[in-house]
């Protein structure tokens, strides 16, 4: 159970931990990991609430596994070092930015990542929205890569994709948008790679990209102008 007192919140021993949310929950501050075993928060399965005051931290040795629905809000800049799961309209809101350093999954109908400000994916790890999961975010600075499921969206809210450099991964066989338009719609330079895979994806006009330097694919189900 997770302390219901409004205080810095630790989950993390050298013999590992399970913590199960199975009540709805106030704290200042959460860190999840940082021991030498794996330290793991859980809904198992129920929904709940867990509001955090300030920032949410999970250390490579964290993992959150949110099975159930539950809501989950932080009121300041969060980081994933470890790995997280929202799943079956389970969802995370930052007010802030967050950066991703391993991988962040929101998957099924209702499951929802929002960040209000920037959201960095840095190098060779992962966020991934499947099966009509969805993620908002102010904004994107990807170096690691992207996958949007079919039937799923990522929506930004900041300005568009115009350079997409080495090391950095889209995949998109759902919706990839800014505005009602697509995020790539700006797009001039690949060093990375794109993959575009839905008919919800559009660059428009596909002379903007200027220079390819990577691997620009676009399967015969997109919509490229």
């Known amino acids: 159970m997770v302390s ?76 994933n070092q470890g790995s997280m799961l929202l799943s079956n309209g389970s969802s995370l809101s930052v007010s802030g930015n967050f950066t991703n350093s391993f991988i962040l999954e929101t998957e099924g109908a209702g499951s929802m990542l929002n960040v209000t400000q920037l959201f960095t994916n840095t190098a060779t790890e992962q966020l991934r929205i499947d099966a009509g999961g969805s993620a908002s975010l102010g904004g994107l600075d990807n170096a690691g890569s992207v996958y949007v499921g079919a039937g799923s969206a990522l929506t930004l809210n900041g300005c568009v994709i115009s350079d997409v450099p080495h090391g950095s991964q889209y995949t998109v066989y759902g919706t990839f948008n800014l505005g009602g338009q697509s995020a790539f719609r700006n797009l001039s330079s690949i060093e990375g790679s794109v993959n575009l895979n839905g008919q919800f994806v559009n660059i428009e006009p596909i002379y903007n990209i200027t220079r390819v330097r990577g691997n620009f694919r676009d399967e015969s189900a997109s919509d490229v102008d």
């Open 4 to 79: 219901t007192a409004y205080f810095d919140t630790t989950i993390s021993s050298q013999n590992g931990d399970i913590v199960t949310l199975d009540t709805s929950a106030a704290v200042k501050s959460l860190t999840v990991g940082g021991g030498s075993l794996f330290s793991d928060l859980t809904d198992n399965g129920y929904a709940q609430s867990l509001t955090i005051g300030y920032g949410l931290h999970v250390a490579t040795t964290g993992e959150v596994w949110l099975t159930g629905g539950t809501v989950v809000t932080a009121g300041a800049d969060s980081s």
